[in-house]
Nanobody
């Protein structure tokens, strides 16, 4: 399995930007598809974005399409989530995950990083 550590969360005003990072260790990062998920208080964890091992394929939830961009650097064992035009409804704990394909299953998860967007 791969170990994942997220960073880059914080408090930002609506309309602002943040870039989340997820550093991987313990296994061959480049063989995994990677995903970002988020969980708002009192709600289920939801898919945000995913990227294939080669970065040739990306997918996004409709709610973030055009605002968020997922990318990866296999040389640095890191996946990123660039979040622009943030909205209060983007407030959540964001998790990265490693899986076999962009549609899962995802079997390694990070601890999460809090993103709070103020209005």
């Amino acid at each position: 399995q791969v170990q994942l550590v997220e960073s880059g969360g914080g408090l930002v005003q609506a309309g602002g930007s943040l870039r989340l990072s997820c550093a991987a260790s313990g296994s061959t990062f480049s063989k995994y598809a990677m995903g970002w998920f988020r969980q708002a208080p009192g709600k289920e964890r939801k898919f945000v974005a995913a990227i294939s091992w080669s970065a040739s394929t990306t997918s996004y939830a409709n709610s973030v399409k055009g605002r968020f961009t997922i990318s990866r650097d296999n040389a640095k064992n890191t996946v990123y989530l660039q979040m622009n035009s943030l909205k209060p409804e983007d407030t959540a704990v964001y998790y990265c995950a490693a899986g076999k394909t962009t549609v899962g299953p995802y079997d390694s998860w990070g601890q999460g990083t809090q993103v709070t967007v103020s209005s």
